[in-house]
Nanobody, 114 residues
Framework: VQLQASGGGLVQAGGSLTLSCAAS????????MGWYRQAPGKQRELVVG???????NYADSVKDRFTFSRDNAKNMVYLRMNNLKPEDTAVYYC?????????WGKGTQVTVSS
């Protein structure tokens, strides 16, 4: 299984980006997935997680600004990020659990300038 995240870039504060994560196999049956990020010198943290129970949990720091979505037909998940802040600067990773095993994309850099 391969995951490829894309869509990162440099954006000014207040701007928007949409990250994409493409899976190399069908994701229609996958219920556990998420987006994470890691800023320089910090640990990787959860941005949004989708649980097997079907709930979507956003980190407090991104609530009402970031939105997760998925397109099972295209084997894609997305992270729409609005009103970006400099503290959102990080490498963003997607994660999907296939047959109970976590798989990670290589990450895409998001840099927000003030």
């Amino acid at each position: 299984v391969q995951l490829q995240a894309s869509g990162g870039g440099l954006v000014q504060a207040g701007g928007s980006l949409t990250l994409s994560c493409a899976a190399s196999r069908s994701i229609g049956y996958i219920s556990s997935m998420g987006w994470y990020r890691q800023a320089p010198g910090k640990q990787r943290e959860l941005v949004v997680g989708i649980t097997g129970a079907g709930s979507t949990n956003y980190a407090d720091s991104v609530k009402d600004r970031f939105t997760f979505s998925r397109d099972n037909a295209k084997n894609m998940v997305y992270l729409r990020m609005n009103n970006l802040k400099p503290e959102d600067t990080a490498v963003y990773y997607c994660r999907m659990d296939f047959y109970g095993m976590p798989y990670w994309g290589k990450g895409t850099q998001v840099t927000v300038s003030s």
